[in-house]
Nanobody
Framework: HARTEESGGDSVQTGGSLRLSCAGS????????MGWFRQTLGQERVGVAV???????DYADSVKGRFTVSRDNAKNILYLQMNDLKPEDTALYYC????????????????WGQGTQVTVSS
């Protein structure tokens, strides 16, 4: 049974950095399209960054130049390095495995984790 588990969320000040981790089990995330998403209360889940099986990446415009998605295939872990954090980055962050076109739409993902909270204060 495939599952993912996020960790690394924390409370930081504006301009700070965090690295989120997503541990995969039951599947090899290095072979899959993997995505990072975030959600705030009352809002839809939105795509932040994705990485395809061939290493191709894509980012939401709001995080380009600040966030980097990567993975360690040997450890079966997906990462999201977040730099220059802003209050608007505050959200519950999720990772998931792709189940369709590899893009930023949450519709095409499955095996969602429970999320990890990122809070950025000004």
């Amino acid at each position: 049974h495939a599952r993912t588990e996020e960790s690394g969320g924390d409370s930081v000040q504006t301009g700070g950095s965090l690295r989120l981790s997503c541990a995969g089990s039951g599947f090899l995330l290095g072979l899959e399209c993997m995505g990072w998403f975030r959600q705030t209360l009352g809002q839809e889940r939105v795509g932040v960054a994705v990485i395809d099986g061939d290493g191709t990446t894509d980012y939401a415009d709001s995080v380009k130049g600040r966030f980097t998605v990567s993975r360690d295939n040997a450890k079966n872990i997906l990462y999201l390095q977040m730099n220059d954090l802003k209050p608007e980055d505050t959200a519950l962050y999720y990772c998931a495995a792709g189940d369709g076109p590899c893009g930023l739409s949450a519709v095409f993902y499955k095996d969602w984790g429970q999320g990890t909270q990122v809070t950025v204060s000004s």
